[in-house]
């Protein structure tokens, strides 16, 4: 093809094939003369390219190089893969330390060093967060329970490891609760666990059941527990495990355990009062005013109010009587005291009709 340049120098751009070119010479109106032919080589450009899928957090990427050149070979391969590293692998797989888009390079070099550069973004999804939230403590006393829950929701599918796909779950048992959170955008999926602790109850035990007479009193026998707690609180000391109780009708205790996680059990203990007159009548008082066994104290006799007391001399005279007897005989007899001598009782209980019998001696100067 001729040129019209007409100058001693040509110069060439754009030249996509080899090409023979030759000067044609003339001067004056001399004939003209051809030059020997010279050759312009051109080498193939390789056409670099690569493919790659976007890949979740802690996922590896993989490129797949599909560089082509129509003669000749590619000799060496350059990637950047726009976070500070590199690799000189035809198709390499690389991990990303953190999330985010990165631009990656590749430049191919011919074995002519004929060089062609393919730009790419490429994305590192983050996966969807799981931060679980309870309602409670993780650690709990058999018969409660937690709900645990995701603190975030928002584009993602839930599983967890019973099998419930909904926000939350309650539990009461002891395990390691899984959750599987998908990401409905990205598809990235996100798994973690966390630990439920049930603690196992004490067992109370407030003793066996027991009969006492009225005006008596009783040990309890509580145990299996680490604290203990009594109820009703008319007991000597609640936080004991065997206080001493003296119910003046049928009474139930309950106890209250608990242990070193501070679970709790209770139980029940009955105590039956028996009206059995366990009365302790004394057979001796000493009216001197020294303020020892000035009266005659019936231990018990105010539990047992509807009673009547009558005293006599050895004449069979009455010298004392009292309906609801309080303990407040002193000896006397219309305001003085008694001489010294045995003196007899007639003590009636007028709800039931049972009658004691016995002898008071009165010592003045004892």
């Given at each position: 093809m001729p040129i019209t340049n007409t100058s001693t120098t040509n110069s060439f751009i754009n030249i996509t094939d080899t090409t023979w070119y030759a000067a044609i010479v003339q001067n004056g109106t001399c004939v003209a003369d051809t030059s020997l032919s010279s050759v312009v080589i051109v080498y193939p450009k390789p056409v670099t390219s690569f493919t790659t899928t976007n890949v979740c957090?802690?996922?590896?990427?993989?490129?797949?190089?599909?560089?082509?050149?129509?003669?000749?070979?590619?000799?060496?391969?350059?990637?950047n893969f726009g976070d500070g590293n590199t690799s000189i692998n035809l198709s390499p797989v690389h991990l990303y330390a953190d999330t985010g888009n990165y631009t990656v390079n590749l430049v191919g070099i011919s074995n002519f060093g004929c060089t062609d550069t393919f730009n790419l973004m490429v994305r590192v999804y983050p996966l969807p967060r799981i931060n679980f939230i309870t309602s409670g403590p993780k650690s709990f006393c058999f018969g409660d329970s937690v709900m645990i829950k995701n603190d975030s929701t928002i584009n993602t599918t839930l599983l967890w490891s019973t099998g419930s796909t909904l926000d939350s779950i309650t539990v009461d048992s002891a395990a390691y609760y899984a959750l599987t959170i998908t990401d409905t955008i990205t598809g990235c999926m996100n798994k973690d666990s966390i630990q439920?602790?049930?603690?196992?109850?004490?067992?109370?035990?407030?003793?066996?059941?027991?009969?006492?007479?009225?005006?008596?009193?009783?040990?309890?026998?509580?145990?299996?527990?680490?604290?203990?707690?009594?109820?009703?609180?008319?007991?000597?000391?609640?936080?004991?495990?065997?206080?001493?109780?003296?119910?003046?009708?049928?009474?139930?205790?309950?106890?209250?355990v608990s242990d070193l996680n501070g679970c709790m059990d209770k139980d029940t203990v009955m105590i039956y009062v028996k009206e059995d007159y366990n009365l302790t009548i004394p057979t001796l008082i000493t009216p001197n005013g020294d303020g020892f066994n000035d009266f005659w104290m019936i231990k018990n006799i105010n539990l047992y109010p509807e009673n009547e007391v009558i005293i006599f001399n050895r004449d069979g005279q009455k010298i004392f009587g009292m309906t609801g007897y309080d303990n407040s005989w002193e000896g006397k007899y219309n305001g003085n005291l008694v001489t010294d001598g045995t003196y007899y009782f007639v003590l009636k209980f007028t709800d039931t009709g049972k009658v004691l019998k016995g002898a008071i001696t009165v010592l003045r100067n004892k």
């Open positions: 957090d802690n996922s590896t990427m993989s490129f797949v190089n599909t560089t082509t050149l129509s003669s000749g070979f590619v000799q060496l391969y350059n990637w439920v602790i049930v603690f196992a109850l004490p067992t109370a035990n407030a003793g066996i059941d027991s009969n006492i007479s009225l005006g008596s009193w009783i040990y309890l026998d509580g145990s299996g527990g680490i604290t203990y707690d009594w109820w009703p609180n008319t007991v000597s000391d609640t936080t004991l495990s065997n206080p001493t109780v003296s119910p003046t009708t049928d009474t139930q205790y309950i106890l209250t």
